[in-house]
């Protein structure tokens, strides 16, 4: 069982919805993420949260909005996605002052925009 | 820069026989590696890192990964493979300049288990 919980599991949505996707973990880890994986493909990184601010964005669209409100939990607030969004978005965990602290995955959300 | 390679796609592999998943690195410092295997519709899972100073790392559900510096390489092992052992998998490299925040990813390997 993952220590890095991802709700909801599935979410289907049309190019007009808000949804949310969210995030906990109870590891005590201070870096949090989100990623984009299409499949068979590498996880492509999307933000980075270190001690709750953000500090890392790879230049991802302003239909996706993250949020992190604290150290244990994380959001990406979904607006006006278009079909090539669908996805599973994975979230994960770090500690950001050790450097051979691995990243702890959730399973993701399945994310289906018609 | 910092980078990991996987030069196989997709590795077959018969069940009780060995395998091997192939990853290179490159890296500026030291090296911070590290294994996953992700199943369908699952996410990635930890498998292991690399320990400074360890040639042979052990993880989880009896795979190993050898590393060795003069080819820059961190290939992960098992010695007797499993059907269940199918997955996809990937190594890592986590950041060692900057924040050290981020991860980068193989393209993956796919890892068949032929009963």
């Known amino acids: 069982d993952t220590e890095v919980t991802q709700t909801p599991k599935h979410l289907v949505m049309g190019m007009t919805n808000k949804k949310s996707l969210k995030c906990e973990q109870h590891?005590?880890?201070?870096?949090m993420y989100w990623y984009k994986q299409k499949a068979k493909k590498p996880p492509e990184l999307m933000f980075v949260?270190?001690?709750?601010?953000?500090?890392i964005n790879e230049s991802v669209p302003s239909r996706f909005s993250p949020e992190c409100p604290n150290s244990s939990l994380l959001n990406l607030h979904l607006h006006a996605l278009q079909p090539e969004d669908s996805a599973l978005y994975l979230c994960a965990s770090s500690q950001p002052d050790r450097r051979n602290s691995p990243l702890h995955f959730g399973n993701g959300t399945r994310l289906t925009v018609t | 820069a910092q980078s990991v390679a996987q030069p196989e796609d997709q590795v077959n592999v018969a069940e009780g026989n060995p395998l091997t998943v192939k990853c290179t690195y490159s890296?500026?410092?030291?090296?911070?590696l590290f294994w996953y295997v992700q199943y369908p519709n699952r996410g990635l899972q930890f498998l292991l890192k690399?320990?400074?100073?360890?040639?042979l790392v052990k993880g989880s559900y009896g795979f190993e990964a050898e590393f060795n510096k003069s080819q820059t390489s961190f290939h992960l092992k098992k010695p007797s493979a499993l059907v269940s052992d199918s997955a996809l998998y990937f190594c890592?490299?986590?950041?060692?300049?900057?924040?050290?925040?981020?991860?980068?990813f193989g393209t993956g390997t796919s890892l068949t288990v032929i009963p």
């Open positions: 949260y270190s001690y709750e601010k953000l500090s």
């Open positions: 890296v500026s410092g030291n090296p911070y």
């Open positions: 690399y320990i400074t100073g360890d040639n």
């Open positions: 890592a490299v986590r950041d060692s300049l900057n924040t050290g925040n981020q991860f980068y």
């Open positions: 590891m005590g880890h201070r870096a």
